[in-house]
């Protein structure tokens, strides 16, 4: 078996990837502490109660609302926004895996990346989806 | 409801710190911390132990792929088990009692506690190299790799068992869809035992592909409204700052001690999900 080095092209991929993964937390975490700040203004006196199960609202479920609401700054959707963020992190990630394995030409990974990508799609957009 | 806040920030930190530094993602320690600690809804826990799990890797990942330690390729092959396992974990949840969740919640546990005492003998193991049948499949997804050791010195490895190491990938899916954790025990074994990737490469995949696999069941848990923003708030930023540490420390540092106190602390944890699952009072 021949000697295999880690060639440049997939260290350069690697640190790209690192930044993709860091840039999607270091947003989500300040979309979220945003969204704490805003939750501490308007919700100061609320109590919390979770011992009891019951569905978030739809409005705090569905992408289109979440930023719709989340533009008019209000706190719920604003944090729901940033964890949005952090979700779609690791799809990114995969995304630019698939960017990276196309440029290599590598086509047994460009179908591999390719079905853990829809397979993320589908996840993700399940809650349009009758499910 | 600030002192909530607080110690749910507090406690998220060190769930964070032990789940990076033992490889085994924050919600091992999370979801237990949640329901038995808080009397919060095993559904909201699992719910907000996926997004802190999703935070977790990535933020470690981050720090691993800088190392060179991880192999994105045979991660990537393996996320294929786990993403489609996640989904099922999660269309599971939706119609499993929560009471059936937490006792098999417990026994995955007792067995990532079980993973833990092991590993703490073998950690440093690099797998004997002349024994490695590089199969034929093996060789199609050209896995095998090379990794800088501490002594700055080159290792490479082959890998074999893929079909064995993508079944227990899709198990560590299911779990992770589930119960809302990693499954990092169980990638970790896939990898090291059975795939025989070296240990610290196995870890650092695990790691990565951890984020992948939640996110896929994390995008179903969101749209039935599992996930609170409220209590994910302070949870997500807690495992954050902690899994930060302790990918910190891990990469420094020795982590058998804090195996094994991490072992014992979760044989605890176990016990208290079963015992509950069973008097139905979770």
Do not use: W
């Not at chain 1, 690697?14 to 979309?31: D, E, K, P, Y």
């Not at chain 1, 964890?83 to 196309?102: D, E, H, K, N, Q």
């Not at chain 2, 227990?168 to 869809?177: C, D």
């Amino acid at each position: 078996m021949q000697k295999q080095r880690v060639d440049s092209g997939d260290r350069q991929m690697q640190n790209f990837l690192g930044s993709i993964l860091r840039i999607g937390v270091l947003t989500s975490a300040f979309v979220v502490v945003a969204g704490a700040i805003l939750y501490f203004m308007q919700h100061h006196s609320e109590a919390m109660d979770y011992t009891v199960f019951k569905s978030e609202p739809t409005r705090l479920r569905h992408v289109h609302t979440i930023v719709a609401e989340a533009m008019q700054l209000r706190s719920r959707a604003v944090i729901q926004f940033g964890l949005l963020i952090l979700i779609a992190t690791p799809v990114a990630r995969v995304f630019f895996s698939l960017i990276g394995f196309i440029l290599e030409k590598d086509k047994i990974y460009i179908v591999i990346t390719s079905i853990v990508l829809c397979i993320l799609c589908l996840s993700l957009f399940s809650g349009y989806l009758v499910f | 409801m600030t002192t909530l806040f607080i110690v749910l920030f507090v406690g998220a930190i060190l769930a964070g710190f032990l789940g990076s530094l033992t490889g085994l993602g924050g919600g091992v320690v999370l979801v237990p911390l949640l329901t038995l600690g808080f009397g919060i809804d095993i559904r909201y826990a699992i719910g907000t132990s996926l997004i802190s799990v999703i935070a977790t890797s990535s933020g470690a990942a981050s720090a691993f792929l800088k190392d060179g330690l991880l192999n994105i390729r045979i991660g990537m092959f393996l996320e294929i088990a786990t993403t489609l396992g996640a989904i099922a974990g999660a269309a599971i949840a939706y119609y499993a009692p929560t009471h059936i969740i937490a006792i098999i919640f417990g026994f995955v546990l007792l067995y990532s506690a079980a993973v833990s005492f092991r590993k703490s003998k073998m950690a440093e193991d690099l797998h004997d190299q002349g024994k490695v049948k590089h199969g034929r499949f093996a060789q199609l997804l050209k896995a095998k790799g090379t990794f800088t050791d501490k002594t700055g010195g080159e290792v490479d490895y082959k890998l074999q068992h893929v079909g064995g190491g993508l079944a227990v990938m899709t198990v560590a899916g299911v779990l992770s869809g589930l119960l809302g954790i990693g499954s990092g025990a169980l990638k970790v074994i896939a990898m090291d035992s059975i795939m025989k990737i070296p240990f610290k490469v196995s870890t650092a995949t695990s790691n990565f592909m951890i984020g992948v696999t939640a996110a896929a069941s994390a995008g179903i848990y969101f749209s039935r409204g599992y996930i609170d923003p409220v209590l994910s708030m302070p949870v997500m930023i807690g495992v954050l700052v902690g899994s930060l540490l302790g990918a910190r420390i891990l990469l420094k540092s020795q982590t058998k001690s804090i195996r094994v106190l991490f072992a014992v602390v979760i044989v605890f944890l176990a016990i208290e999900m079963i015992y509950n699952g069973i008097l139905k009072s979770i």
